[in-house]
């Protein structure tokens, strides 16, 4: 094989990891509305995101094996439960800022990005009979512009918090996230199939008499 095409084809997945980095950061979030008496707080969450199969992960060797970000994630839940209260619900949104250079750089392939089988459950643990939230997105493609950040809100995610005990904490924990991204490179298509480790408590809340 000539050199030539060795450069060609590494030139050409170098983008797919790039584009693929931008779409999985854009991943993520659960959402309510704010109930009355409702207690607001943003948690930092590191997310290391790799292939999840051979095909996909060698695209991303090429830039490394795995791509890093860090994450805001925003939950609005009730300041405090009663016990055995009923109708309370919790609200998280993920949001992910991408820089000006990473966006001009993704603009020199492509102007829109496709991604689709998003999901981004949080777990629920302790005083309910709730165990997770599930957070799933229709495919959607997230325009891209040269010298602008770009900044994907999605969501909002919502579940009620049943069975709510007499005592004790309820834990909302962030596991991770997946994604497919399908993406037209030097000709081809080329399918990654992303999953983030996003291992973080987000937030708690107690049952009080």
Do not use: Y
Not at 184 to 189: D, K, L, N, Q
């Amino acid at each position: 094989m000539r050199q030539g095409t060795k450069e060609h084809r590494s030139r050409a997945r170098k983008p797919i990891a790039i584009l693929a980095s931008v779409l999985m950061l854009s991943a993520g979030m659960v959402g309510l509305a704010s109930p009355s008496g409702a207690a607001t707080s943003i948690k930092k969450i590191g997310v290391v995101c790799g292939g999840a199969d051979a095909a996909s992960q060698g695209l991303l060797d090429v830039m490394g094996g795995s791509i890093s970000a860090n994450v805001d994630v925003k939950a609005d839940l009730p300041d405090k439960l009663e016990p055995g209260q009923v109708g309370a619900t919790a609200a998280f949104t993920w949001t992910t800022e991408l820089s000006a250079d990473l966006a001009t750089l993704a603009a020199s392939f492509t102007d829109k990005l496709p991604m689709s089988n998003l999901e981004m459950d949080v777990a629920v643990s302790g005083a309910t009979d709730t165990t997770e939230i599930r957070g799933r997105v229709a495919a959607k493609t997230v325009p891209i512009k040269a010298g602008q950040p770009i900044t994907i809100v999605s969501g909002p995610f919502s579940a009620e918090l049943t069975g709510i005990g007499e005592s004790g904490v309820i834990k909302f924990s962030s596991n991770k996230l997946d994604m497919t991204v399908s993406l037209a490179i030097a000709g081809s298509v080329q399918t990654l199939n992303i999953t983030c480790d996003a291992p973080s408590t987000l937030a708690t809340v107690a049952i009080t008499v």
